[in-house]
């Protein structure tokens, strides 16, 4: 339901009463929503419930059957950080969006608007969030939302990444940011609530390794990858003990490069293909037949 895949919720309600004298304080309990009278022939007076609207998190809901109107928010900011890049017509780029400081929070949720017309989304990498947190359904809309849930793992790690393909030059600013189209908030561990803002920060572009294509495969798969700038790169294929398999090692102009990788000598199995360039490595999986 957060993340728009659904508009109702299934085998349910849009009210369900509760007895008062029920003690809301255990959410994993049968909670029952029905009284049973054995005698109709006597009144029964001094019944009471509880009406509780089904979704409703923020007492947003009126029980005379109109929404209440969309409270004031007025709350404290928390950055999400993307890179500040001049797009360029044709170059790829990856986009990781991180959260400031986010060992300080127990959870998020947000939802990006990308304009299309500049951008043409590749794929969108897990992080933080990984793929069933996401909704990428709205993404010919230039939507993408996505809930992460305060865990241990590497803070380092951005909540996802997006591969976008530039259709035309723009400043990244210009063509992406937080929708205002539903909130965007992180909560604290108090669960004090945070508006979510994007700040764009200038940290230089990287290299893009692409998604093989076929994969899996058997005798033929091909790699793509971006430069940044001209330089001298390697590919490696990897077995799963990190033993290299194949090496490609070449200067390149800037821009998009392909390799086409032959499976004869490969095992059968999980593989990875790891590209180095201006000191930085970016790995990915792929499976042999």
């Not at 300080?104 to 897990?126: C, D, F, K, P, R």
């Not at 390794?209 to 990897?238: C, M, V, W």
């Amino acid at each position: 339901m957060l993340l728009g895949r659904i508009e109702t919720f299934p085998a349910n309600t849009s009210w369900r009463f509760v007895p008062a004298e029920f003690p809301l304080t255990d959410i994993a309990a049968e909670i029952p929503d029905s009284y049973r009278y054995f005698n109709l022939l006597v009144c029964q007076f001094g019944q009471d419930f509880i009406g509780i609207k089904i979704g409703d998190l923020n007492g947003s809901a009126s029980s005379d059957g109109v929404m209440a109107q969309a409270e004031d928010r007025t709350n404290a900011k928390w950055l999400l950080e993307a890179p500040d890049y001049d797009l360029r017509a044709g170059d790829i780029y990856r986009i990781p969006i991180r959260a400031n400081d986010l060992e300080q929070l127990s959870g998020l949720e947000v939802e990006l608007a990308l304009n299309t017309e500049i951008l043409e989304v590749l794929e969108v990498e897990e992080g933080q969030m990984k793929a069933e947190q996401m909704n990428t359904t709205l993404m010919e809309r230039g939507l993408l939302k996505g809930i992460w849930l305060a865990q241990k793992t590497n803070t380092n790690e951005p909540l996802f990444t997006l591969v976008v393909a530039a259709k035309a030059g723009a400043r990244l600013a210009d063509v992406l940011a937080v929708s205002g189209r539903v909130p965007s908030v992180a909560y604290d561990h108090a669960l004090a609530e945070y508006d979510l803002r994007l700040q764009f920060s200038d940290y230089g572009q990287e290299a893009v390794l692409l998604k093989n294509h076929p994969d899996p495969f058997r005798e033929t798969t091909q790699i793509s990858f971006y430069l940044p700038q001209a330089g001298n790169y390697l590919l490696e294929i990897t077995d799963a003990t990190g033993k290299v398999l194949q090496q490609y090692q070449q200067r390149a102009d800037a821009g998009k490069q392909e390799l086409a990788i032959r499976g004869e000598g490969l095992p059968a199995g999980v593989l990875f293909y790891t590209l180095t360039f201006d000191g930085r490595q970016i790995s990915r999986r792929m499976v042999k037949l």
